[in-house]
């Protein structure tokens, strides 16, 4: 073996292979789709950016594309719960949550209809195109409606996890997908409950939360306070609704202080989520990482989520200022 | 848009056609006509029907679709608050409350016994 081959090689072993979440979504949605005949696809469009190129083909009587018309989206998604069918509502999130909001709270949350918004490339994973593409309010707007579980998973282990688990969900979902590639942060072995944390990492000092793309940042930042001596507790809140009120206040009894980490607003995400809890159950020291109350500017996605600090050293930051200022 | 493009001749939608919003007229607020050829426009089949005269409703019912392969529309002309003089055909009633007094002025015009 030359040396060229062997650098090559540890070059390999560093980094991690990194995957755009669309894919498992994708091939899961056919898996369900062969397996059940009320599952159908419906677009706005959105063929390409929502990898179902394969399922128009495969499924072609089951694949409803709706034009540029989110309103309509989610009209004609209801319309087919209704009359039995489990249809994926598959659009980049910037349009269906902020063109069919009405419809999104009155004929999905409200009627409770049994459709799944799978909301593609949200936060800022359309970088270059700016914020009217930017979908950071999305996750805010969704958490607020009653009825509507939301579910951001972190890797493409748990987007397949999720989709499997929505054939039998009952109600309607908002399942955020993100694209801006992730490493796996979940072994083949992860299984998925609604509501219910999964804990990546013991620690006793400071307590990450994150969920999306967020949480293998909120590990490499796990990894870099443990350098300094600093035992950090990782848990991965891929349900935002229903909430897993209790592992957070268990965060507020074991650490000293909670860091929460989203690719979205910080105001009314995650970060809220969770501080409503410790505000209302067990008052904690609390950092809230996302988009600052302003609209992101454009530029690629990894150099806005840097911008922002939303990457292991934002979070390494923000936990050492909280364990500082708490002494 | 989505129903003709997928030849739903088994959609109908019935407009109720009383001409007032909350705030006035709708052809004062924003014009709406020419309403059935906006329907069309978008592809469907349009009847215009007196929204007061269930034989001509109901004539038109037992013939749907107008035309096969494409979704229908039929507009039914109506007048709001219709028999009752004092909010017939007024916007102001387009969501006015009445009082027990107007609610009794109203049964007795409607020819309508009210017991409570």
């Not at chain 1, 980049?92 to 009155?106: D, N, Y």
């Not at chain 1, 700016?130 to 309010?137: C, V």
């Not at chain 2, 096969?68 to 055909?89: D, M, Q, R, W, Y």
Request: charged fraction near 20%; hydrophobic fraction near 45%; aromatic fraction near 6%.
């Amino acid at each position: 073996m030359s040396i060229v081959d062997k650098v090559d090689e540890t070059k390999v072993l560093e980094e991690p292979a990194l995957f755009d979440c669309r894919d498992a979504y994708s091939s899961v949605l056919e898996e369900l789709a062969a397996h059940d005949q009320r599952v159908c696809a419906v677009i706005n469009d959105s063929l390409s950016s929502a990898r179902l190129e394969s399922f128009k083909t495969k499924f072609p009587d089951r694949f409803i594309n709706v034009g540029i018309a989110e309103q309509n989206l989610v009209g004609v998604g209801c319309g087919l719960a209704n009359s039995g069918m489990i249809p994926y509502l598959c659009a980049a999130s910037c349009f269906l949550t902020g063109r069919a909001m009405e419809q999104i709270k009155v004929d999905l949350a409200y009627s409770k209809t049994n459709v799944r918004l799978c909301a593609m490339s949200p936060g800022m994973a359309y970088g270059q195109l700016g914020p009217t593409h930017h979908s950071i309010e999305d996750l805010a707007w969704m958490r607020v409606l009653p009825n509507l579980t939301v579910i951001v998973p972190a890797d493409p282990v748990e987007t397949a996890a999720v989709m499997r688990y929505s054939l039998i969900h009952e109600g309607p979902m908002f399942l955020r997908i993100a694209r801006v590639p992730v490493p796996r942060v979940h072994g083949d072995d992860y299984e998925f409950r609604l509501g219910k944390t999964v804990r990546l990492r013991e620690g006793s000092d400071v307590t990450l939360i994150a969920n999306g793309l967020m949480v293998c940042r909120a590990l490499a930042a796990a990894q870099a306070l443990e350098v300094r001596g600093i035992s950090a507790c990782v848990l991965n809140m891929s349900t935002v609704k229903p909430l897993d009120r209790e592992a957070i206040i268990d965060a507020a009894r074991t650490t000293r202080g909670i860091v929460t980490a989203e690719e979205a607003l910080a105001a009314g995400g995650l970060g809220g989520a969770v501080a409503e809890v410790l505000a209302q159950e067990h008052p904690a020291p609390m950092r809230i990482l996302g988009v600052p109350d302003v609209f992101a500017p454009t530029g690629t996605a990894e150099f806005l989520l840097e911008h922002f600090g939303l990457n292991a050293a934002g979070i390494e930051r923000a936990a050492l200022e909280l364990l500082e200022r708490e002494g | 848009m989505t129903a003709q493009h997928y030849g739903l001749d088994n959609l109908i939608v019935i407009v109720d056609r009383n001409r007032i919003q909350q705030g006035d007229f709708t052809e004062k607020t924003l014009r709406m006509e020419p309403l059935a050829d906006r329907w069309r426009a978008f592809g469907f089949s349009v009847a215009e029907v007196d929204g007061h005269n269930p034989e001509a409703l109901l004539e038109c019912f037992s013939a749907l679709p107008i035309e096969s392969g494409k979704p229908t529309c039929l507009i039914a002309h109506t007048t709001k608050g219709k028999g009752v003089s004092f909010a017939e055909n007024k916007p102001a009633w387009h969501h006015g409350v009445p009082t027990r007094e107007q609610l009794v002025d109203a049964a007795r015009e409607l020819g309508v016994e009210v017991n409570w």
